[in-house]
């Protein structure tokens, strides 16, 4: 069926160093790609997303890159912070259907 | 102040009871959605609605139910149908389903 593949499941790096994590989509229709950070017993956040018409966004250090050829999407942080520690879940929009799909989320682990 | 709100935030209840989880937003948003999320796992999508009296089944339907009479609202009942109920569950708002999705604080049933 329709859905988002997301890896790896779990991730630990040294501060300072980079992360990324990686996402692929079966539907071809999808059009909107957001990424949320949530936090232990909390709800998840948007920290960046991106649109089909544009291959790559940044906002600091978080950036989202798109290759609607190879239906992937990658996310990358960079500089990592104690903070950035906790679980990141990507998602896609199925065109057809209209409905918000979560990859299976990565818990990130940033080593002081 | 604008948001989504989830109560309560703790919710135990005895096999074979039906409950109902509650879900209001003030964001003025046509799309809501419930999602369930299991220890360590994504977050499945339960049910949602693009528009007010108007809903459809996502992937994991079955033993739940909604009614959308309220653009504010959205409410989840768990049925005794529901073989697993026990779990975290999300609700979510947004203008349309290709832009930010906004989470409530999530409501962790506990079925004894």
């Known amino acids: 069926g329709e859905n988002v593949e997301q890896h790896p499941s779990t991730l630990s790096v040294q501060e300072g160093d980079s992360a990324v994590i990686k996402c692929t989509y079966s539907?071809?229709?999808?059009?909107?790609f957001p990424w949320y950070k949530q936090e232990l017993g909390k709800g998840p956040q948007l920290i960046i997303d991106?649109?089909?018409?544009?291959g790559e966004k940044k906002d600091q250090r978080i950036a989202v890159t798109l290759n609607k050829t190879a239906k992937h999407f990658s996310l990358h942080i960079t500089e990592t912070q104690p903070e950035d520690s906790a679980v990141y879940f990507c998602?896609?929009?199925?065109?057809?259907?209209?409905?918000?799909?979560f990859g299976q989320g990565t818990r990130l682990t940033i080593n002081p | 102040d604008g948001g989504i709100t989830q109560s309560p935030k703790y919710l135990f209840r005895k096999e074979g009871q039906n409950v109902t989880l509650s879900c209001e937003q003030n964001l003025n948003h046509d799309a809501m959605y419930w999602y369930r999320q299991d220890p360590g796992q994504g977050l499945r999508l339960i049910y949602y609605s693009q528009i007010v009296n108007d809903f459809q089944k996502g992937d994991i339907a079955e033993g739940y139910s909604v009614s959308r009479e309220k653009k504010e609202s959205f409410p989840l009942t768990v049925t005794s149908a529901q073989k697993n109920p026990t779990a975290f569950y999300l609700c979510a708002s947004s203008r349309d389903v290709n832009t930010e999705a906004f989470f409530g604080q999530g409501t962790r049933l506990t079925v004894v």
């Open positions: 991106i649109r089909s018409n544009v």
């Open positions: 539907d071809s229709a999808s059009n909107y």
């Open positions: 998602a896609a929009t199925l065109g057809g259907a209209q409905k918000l799909v």
